[in-house]
Every structure is written in C-alpha cells, then in structure tokens.
C-alpha cells in the first residue's frame, strides 16, 4: 500500500481546511467574524465575560451572584442545573438541581436582566430553555454529533468546550457539525488540556493558552478562554485571565461565588467578589492596550 506523502497526524492541512471544516475555516486571513447576543458583540473589540458559580445550587445564591455581576458591568451569568460531575454518587449538596436550577436562572434573568449561558447536557431539556442566551456545550459532551447537531438546530448561539483530550482538528470538525446545521452563532473555549503535570497536583489541567492564537489563525470563529476551569486554583486565576486576554481571548468564563470554600462544586476553583472585581479591574487596561474594550 503506497503511503503517498501523508503520515497520520493531528496536524491540520489545507485539504482539511477545504474539504473537512470549509465553514468554520478562515477564508483569508483578515476573515473574522461577529454576532451579537442581545446587544454584546462577540468576536468583535469587546471582550464579553462570562461568570458564576460552577453549579445553580439555590435561587437565593444564583440571585445574590447576578446582582453583585450586574453591578459590576458583567454581562452574562455562567451557571449549571446540570453539571458532568466525574463521579456518580452525589451528597445532598453535591446533587444537580436540573428543572429547579433552571427556574432560577429564568428569575434571575426577570429579576436583573442578565443575560444567560448554562451547560445543556441532554436533548430533551432542550425545550426547557427559552430564556437562556447561549447554549454551553461541555468538554465531554463535545464530539457527542447527535447532541451539537440538536443543539445547533435551536437556533441559540452556542459555546462549544474543547475537551481535554483534543485537538484543534477534533474542536474544528465538531464545531463543523454545528455549522452545517445552519447555526454560526458558535463561540469555541479553550478550557484546559489532560498534559502530564510536574508543577502541582492540584492543577488538573494545563491552560493551553497558545490554542488561542492557533485557533484564530484556522478559524474565524471568536475564541474564549476559561482558567478555572483549566488550573482549578483560585490563586491562579488572576494571572491566567490576564495571559488569556494577552493573547488574544475574544471571551472570557470565570468561576465566581460568593463563599468559595463553601462552593457545592469544585470550591478550589471559584473566585470571590472582591476578587473578581479586581481582576476586572486589571483586565480592562490589559483589553486598552490591546485596542479592545472590556
Ligand atoms: C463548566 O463550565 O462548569 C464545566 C463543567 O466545564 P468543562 O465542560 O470545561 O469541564
Ligand atoms: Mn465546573
């Protein structure tokens, strides 16, 4: 059998851009492209932010959060009622609130006006959703096609998470089955990477900040970044959120809550409101240099 000139690889080619992902492949290099949720442009000079608690866990907590993040001038609040936890048995605090989590993100909505991103796990919630701004897909559901495929026929921008395990071609032939579908409202996240770790155990996974421009040289789709989810250390996230604006980042997602060590999932990654504000804060300058805008 002739190999030809094509060893197997993870490398993307110029056939791949042609004939595997034409839709979500740049067409020349200024290609770029925007859309704006309720008003907020992605992809464009702002740089959205995304933030919340990693689980919906009451409505009093999801209320107190999208008042604190609509003082602060954020604009979207992050949040699941369903949450790909690693392991099945689940305490009373630790347990999804599914339909209940989502009735609380639809009164925080009335009640502030924020707008929403929640993680969507399975089709059939898909017609519980009306009132959520961005459907977010997570890293493990990311090559489940039949799911993108339901997901991208509601119409609903969409963020799609790289799961962890790969590549830039996996994301970029995933986030092709969204497109075709005719949905090109899609955001793509860069959320961490399984590398092996020789800094610390806690970090459970390796920010792979330079995807971000990689990514923005195949694709024109607007790239976010999330660094709790990537470093799950609080104490890292402020540098982390500024290395991923440094580089590019048209999005941003922070784990935020109120009393971290007491978060009901994964309390070593959120951050707190003073926290957040201040990296805010140094994130707006970091975006000024840059010419964008937070
Ligand atoms: C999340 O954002 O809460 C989440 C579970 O992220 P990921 O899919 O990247 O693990
Ligand atoms: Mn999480």
Not at 132 to 147: C, E, L
Not at 207 to 229: F, G, K, R
Not at 262 to 273: K, R
């Amino acid at each position: 059998m002739a190999i030809e000139n094509k060893a197997p690889g993870k490398d993307v080619s110029d056939d791949d851009l042609r004939e595997k992902f034409p839709l979500a492949a740049k067409k020349n290099s200024n290609h770029k492209s925007s859309f704006e949720v309720n008003g907020i442009e992605f992809g464009g000079e702002k740089i959205p932010i995304f933030a919340g608690p990693n689980m919906v866990e009451s409505e009093e907590l999801i209320l107190k959060i999208a008042k604190f993040l609509k003082s602060q001038n954020i604009d979207f609040l992050r949040g699941g009622a369903f949450k790909p936890l690693t392991f099945p048995y689940r305490s009373a605090k630790y347990t999804e609130t599914r339909e209940d989590g989502l009735k609380w993100l639809k009164k925080a909505k009335e009640v502030t006006g924020i707008n929403i991103i929640t993680e969507i796990m399975h089709p059939s919630f898909l017609d519980q959703i009306d009132f959520v701004d961005i459907i977010q897909i997570g890293a493990r559901n990311m090559q489940n096609y039949p799911f993108l495929q339901e997901c991208a026929r509601t119409g609903k921008p969409i963020m799609l998470k790289r799961h962890f395990g790969c590549s830039i071609r996996d994301l970029l032939g995933a986030a092709e089955y969204i497109m075709l579908e005719g949905n090109d409202k899609l955001i793509l996240c860069e959320r961490g990477v399984s590398a092996p770790h020789t800094h610390r155990s806690t970090s459970r996974f390796l920010l792979d900040l330079q995807a971000i421009p990689a990514l923005q040289e195949i694709t024109h789709l607007p790239i976010a970044s999330d660094p709790s989810h990537a470093c799950f250390w609080r104490p890292w996230v402020k540098a982390l959120s500024n290395a991923s604006i440094a580089v590019g980042a048209d999005s941003l997602m922070l784990e935020v809550h109120p009393d971290p060590p007491n978060a009901a999932v994964d309390p070593l990654q959120a951050i707190d409101f003073a926290e957040l504000s201040d990296i805010h804060k140094t994130l707006k300058g970091i975006a000024k240099v840059l010419g964008r805008k937070i």
